[in-house]
């Protein structure tokens, strides 16, 4: 007697709301304003209604605070609730649509595509390899010419001295990386590399020492001695400088030339 008396009143109190809420309904299903895509917003009533672009079906909210950094602007809709970004499209999909993609500073190394990526795009360069083009290598030149020596905010008054000058010259650089590109970077005394996890500082060992030849150009540059800038003009087109025998060793082998031991003092 119990069971029915308790089916009875849910009969009638389910009635009854529907009885109550079926105009509400009607009412609703009238005002209801498609736009082109639902993820664009509908209106129900006055009430504007943006659902979340992952599909889940649920409405999102108004942003209250503009972040530049992020895009996001005062008083309109998010895209996503929160967490839903990720459902819109899997990490996997993602990699599948995008394909490999490949430095552009052209060393041929292939970027490494992270999660994160899919809503702050994928960038152009590894790390650092933006260093590499030309126009950046150019840029670089041009600000060290125009920083350098008495137009330098860290100008002393010319206290460094003229042979550390000569070994930080751009041809400098440029012929210690010619040496190493011949040896392939490995130390031609130990056999020591780069690889597998473990770094070897490399150095270019003048077969000739350094210092001699610093000597003869001194020797026939002698009218110029007092004038360390003229020198270093001079010094970036005396070929012996930059055609001087080397050859690539570990620290610890080049170490050894130093001290007057080894194959190449």
Known sequence: MKNKFAKLIISIG?????????PLVCE????????????????????????????????????????????????EYNRFLNGHATRKES??????????RFCECGC????IIKPYQRYAGIPHFIYAHNLRTKKAKERNRNIRRTEIGKRNHNWKGGI????????????????????????NW????????????????????????????????????????????????LATKWKPFWEAEGITL??????????GRGKYV
């Open 14 to 22: 389910s009635a009854g709301f529907l009885f109550i809420a079926s």
């Open 28 to 75: 609703a299903e009238l005002t209801v304003l498609p736009i082109e895509s639902l993820n664009e917003g509908f209106f129900i009533g006055t009430n504007m209604i943006k659902l979340c672009e992952c599909g889940c079906g649920q409405s999102t909210k108004i942003i209250t605070q503009t972040s530049n950094k992020r895009g996001r602007i005062k008083g």
């Open 91 to 100: 990490f996997k999909d993602f990699k599948q649509r995008v394909g490999d």
């Open 108 to 111: 041929g190394q292939k970027i």
């Open 160 to 183: 460094t001295p003229l042979y550390m000058q000569i070994r930080n010259l751009d041809e400098s650089k440029q012929w210690r990386s010619d040496v190493f590109k011949r040896d």
């Open 186 to 233: 490995i130390c031609q005394t130990c056999g020591l590399h780069s690889g597998e996890g473990k770094a070897i500082y490399l150095e270019a060992h003048h077969i000739k020492p350094f210092i001699i030849l610093y000597e003869e150009f001194l020797k026939e540059y002698n009218q110029f001695s007092e004038d360390k800038d003229i020198l270093v003009k």
């Open 250 to 259: 570990c620290k610890d082998c080049h170490n050894l030339t130093k001290k």
